[in-house]
């Protein structure tokens, strides 16, 4: 399945990137924290590292450590704006539950 963005979500990783004047991509994981216990991270790569499993989205590429991908994988990512509200949003198959403030979910 993998990790898919949404045209959105690959317009704006892009332009952050460029931004940054580097960066092969991003990296989408997940940390043991918050109300439900788990929460996603997401850092740009410069450098990916050999047991990252690649995906190539929207000409984004897409790293994931394999600890992680049990969690995300099938996850969609979109980026919205909701008044002055904005940021990514993630469509993760794999959620059973999340806390009330929707920072943090359970699989």
Avoid: W
């Avoid at 332009?15 to 960066?23: M, V």
């Avoid at 997401?42 to 897409?62: H, R, W, Y």
């Avoid at 995300?72 to 940021?87: H, I, R, W």
């Amino acid at each position: 399945m993998g990790v898919n963005l949404t045209e959105n979500a690959a317009r704006h990783v892009a332009t952050y990137l460029e931004g940054r004047g580097k960066g092969v991509g991003i990296r989408l994981a997940v940390k043991t924290t918050g109300c439900s216990g788990l929460m996603y991270v997401l850092e740009p790569v410069d450098t990916p590292q050999p047991e990252d499993v690649l995906f190539s989205s929207q000409g984004v590429e897409v790293y994931v450590d394999p600890k992680s991908l049990v969690y995300v994988d099938g996850t969609e990512m979109d980026y919205v704006k909701q008044g002055l509200n904005e940021g990514f949003e993630f469509r993760n198959p794999n959620v059973q539950g999340e806390c009330g403030c929707g920072e943090s979910f359970t699989v």
